[in-house]
């Protein structure tokens, strides 16, 4: 009798710990990957690169005012100031412009040998002055 109580205390333990977290249910949860921009950092702007997809990864650049916090699936309350994303079809992404107006991709039809999203060239535009999110 004392095995049963045991056996069903253990049962109920484990499942009071496992069944009932607090962390959110993410299917696919985005990579997230802070490209440090000392330019764009020094006027409070910060510049990601996010991955999502469970097969099909796409890739955009984020834009946001202020550093965000993202949380386990990749996922942050503030809305990005600009947001693109790219696009296969249009060749390698070999420089990001950023100014007032919105974030272009520059696309190669070749590809560098050590060719990275994460250490794309970024190019800032304008001072930043009129930016509202």
Do not use: W
């Not at 992404?93 to 994460?118: R, V």
């Amino acid at each position: 009798m004392n095995k049963i109580f045991i056996l069903l205390y253990i049962f109920l333990v484990f499942l009071g710990t496992s069944a009932c977290t607090k962390k959110p249910d993410c299917f696919t949860a985005d990579s997230i990957k802070e490209m440090k921009i000392m330019s764009l950092n020094k006027k409070g702007y910060f510049l990601f690169l996010r991955t999502s997809g469970f097969q099909e990864k796409i890739h955009f650049y984020e834009l946001f005012k202020d550093s965000p916090e993202f949380d386990v699936c990749g996922k942050t309350l503030s809305q990005p100031v600009f947001q693109i994303s790219l696009d296969d079809s249009e060749g390698f992404p070999i420089k990001l412009e950023i100014s007032e107006d919105g974030m272009k991709t520059i696309y190669s039809s070749t590809q560098k040998n050590d060719f990275n999203l994460e250490s794309i060239d970024v190019e800032i535009q304008g001072s930043f002055k009129n930016i509202s999110n």
